[in-house]
């Protein structure tokens, strides 16, 4: 078996076919050991199949995958994985199936109970007799990841995890996530933007099968985000500011946006590099107009921007390939 400093993740050339649809085409990936990596992309973009390749569950039609630098099958008793659906006996306990998940293990008793105690508290669960069958879905997620770590796993698979969530249940499993930081590798799909921002050191675009960006966040999101975008919302009709502020050299670009239900008005989104320069020129503009200025707003680049940048349809890329349900991908 293979180990040294390898990383915990390395895809190269990675490439699986479901018929004509190319559901990976040639995707290359790191995940380095203790990291929380988010696996982003929109529905059949690709994640699961990635998932089930990495598990030994899916054999690819080209490329190599290594986990901890050895073959995926031999390195399952060293993987948690928690699956976007997990199933259980409804009529266990929370306790009741960790046992259950944690013989399938061979682990010895006492290291069990004592992992089955802690991952219940952890999970927020230590205190709850009720049977699965009543648990709420925020419950079932947090008991599926207590169960994908009862192994004590190096590395943790999460298949969109939070997907279906309320707020509170979404929660409850980031903050679980975050809290898994620097101990275990966590590679997790989702196509919920904000739950990345929130846990996530490093990230991945994927789309139709393709990574479009990979690497530390905050990386990620300078090389992609592009100009930052200057909010300006005005008591009145915005045209005549704009098309003023479209004479501006430092003006990249000018959008309308809606204003919020509560308040009047016109909304422009203004794009660009030079922020100092929109706090001056803005203002003075509108005093000039002898209009109301009710906001004004630097917003910074989101995961979104990036997301929007790297996955918006491009008529060459549909050309290209064929479209893919959620279906196909996985």
Wanted: aromatic share 4%; proline share 5%; glycine share 12%.
């Amino acid at each position: 078996m293979t180990e040294g400093g390898a990383p915990a993740v390395e895809i190269r050339g990675l490439a699986k076919h479901y018929g004509p649809v190319r559901a990976l085409d040639g995707i290359d990936l790191t995940v380095e050991r203790g990291s929380v990596f988010g696996f982003v992309g929109p529905n059949g973009a690709g994640k699961t199949t990635t998932l089930r390749v990495l598990l030994g569950l899916a054999r690819s039609d080209a490329g190599s995958v290594r986990v901890f630098g050895g073959e995926p099958g031999t390195m399952r008793r060293r993987i948690g994985f928690l699956p976007d659906v997990p199933g259980y006996y409804s009529w266990m306990r929370a306790d009741e199936f960790l046992r259950f998940a944690g013989s399938l293990f061979s682990l010895d008793s006492d290291t069990l109970e004592a992992r089955i105690r802690a991952l219940l508290d952890m999970s927020g669960l230590g205190g709850v007799s009720t049977r699965i069958g009543g648990y709420s879905r925020g419950m079932r997620q947090r008991l599926g990841i207590a169960q994908a770590l009862i192994n004590a796993p190096d590395l943790l698979l999460l298949d969109e995890p939070t997907s279906a969530l309320d707020p509170i249940g979404r929660k409850d499993v980031l903050d679980m996530i975050a809290e898994l930081r620097g101990r275990t590798t966590v590679l997790f799909s989702t196509h919920i933007l904000g739950d990345v921002e929130r846990v996530c050191d490093h990230v991945a675009v994927l789309d139709h099968g393709l990574v479009r960006a990979a690497g530390p966040l905050d990386e990620v999101m300078s090389r992609h985000a592009g100009a930052q975008r200057v909010v300006v919302q005005l008591d009145g009709d915005a045209d005549v500011l704009a098309e003023r502020l479209a004479g501006e050299t430092w003006v990249d670009a000018i959008t309308r946006s809606e204003p919020p239900a509560s308040d009047g008005g016109d909304v422009i989104e203004i794009a660009t590099d030079d922020i100092p320069r929109a706090r001056r020129r803005v203002p003075a503009l509108v005093a000039e107009l002898d209009a109301g200025l009710v906001r004004f707003e630097v917003r910074q680049p989101s995961l979104e921007d990036v997301f929007v940048s790297l996955v918006a349809p491009d008529p060459g890329r549909a050309e290209r390939r064929p479209a893919e349900s959620e279906g196909n991908a996985r």
